[in-house]
């Protein structure tokens, strides 16, 4: 089956990448992207076909993967409304837009809604997705293309892919927030930054590696760290104390409200 991108942003080119590196066949790609510069880098750094016209892409493809903003789904819409997806799939990248809203802007009938992130960039993405319309062999295909870039988690449930969104698609930002406190809090306490930086990126990356190669719960590995009046113990009580558990659930939880508002109807 042939791959077509609709946007060949940030999110476009790590999927496209992650394609090729598992050897997915060039000549069997094709990326629009409106940014001729943009295009041009595309079709030079990969090999792949392209042009400025997304019709081009959708009737190069049997799998389109929409990988521009959300914000653009009815400009891109608005482009497309003439032209049936027939059997073709559509797959979606776009934060917070629902299934009915693609049923509802294109004339298609396969639809594959996802959530990848930013760890796509060096094929390390965890990406939450379901669909309609899809028989088991295409459905399987698609999963190689999500298993291209990173691991798969398959829903039945559409609203999962919000809470998904709230939780890996957002999440990076969060480490990326308490990896930055961890670093200052070093440098404050009089360590250079190279050196603040160096111990806390290596700390969070073993300590993930051992929870994922453990498989022990989270709050049992928090245990083994932690020795009776001890400093782990201390800065742990300070955590609790300014209610950083709470901070962290209420920030998802938000970020959940928000994928879900995005695809409703604007009023």
């Known amino acids: 089956m042939k791959i077509a991108f609709f946007g060949a942003g940030k999110m476009g080119e790590a999927i496209l990448s992650g394609l090729i590196s598992k050897g997915f066949n060039k000549n069997e790609i094709f990326v629009s992207e409106v940014f001729n510069d ?20 959708l009737n190069f493809g049997d799998v389109i993967i929409s990988a521009v903003k959300p914000q653009n789904l009815k400009d891109l819409s608005e482009e497309l409304k003439e032209n049936s997806f027939n059997e073709k799939i559509l797959l979606s990248i776009m934060a917070g837009i629902k299934i009915q809203n693609l049923l509802d802007s294109f004339n298609v009938k396969k639809i594959v809604r996802t959530m990848p992130n930013i760890n796509a960039q060096i094929g390390e993405a965890i990406t939450i997705w379901t669909d309609i319309g899809l028989n088991n062999e295409e459905r399987e295909f698609v999963k190689k293309i999500v298993s291209s870039f990173g691991e798969e988690v398959y829903v039945s449930k559409e609203d999962y892919i919000d809470i998904g969104t709230s939780i890996s698609g957002s999440g990076p930002a969060y480490v990326f927030y308490f990896l930055n406190a961890l670093i200052d809090a070093g440098v404050y306490l009089g360590l250079s930054r190279d050196i603040s930086e160096k111990l806390s990126v290596q700390t969070i990356l073993g300590s993930i590696l051992l929870k994922k190669n453990t498989k022990e719960e989270a709050n049992k590995l928090i245990h083994s760290v932690t020795s009776p009046g001890g400093t782990t113990s201390e800065a742990l009580y300070k955590f609790e104390e300014n209610r950083l558990k709470y901070s962290i659930m209420s920030g998802v939880i938000e970020a959940y409200k928000k994928s879900k508002a995005l695809g409703e109807p604007k009023k």
């Not at 943009?38 to 892409?57: C, F, M």
Request: hydrophobic residues 25%; proline residues 0%; positive net charge.
């Open 38 to 57: 943009r295009l041009n880098y595309i079709k030079e750094k990969y090999e792949v076909n392209g042009s400025n016209k997304n019709i081009d892409a």
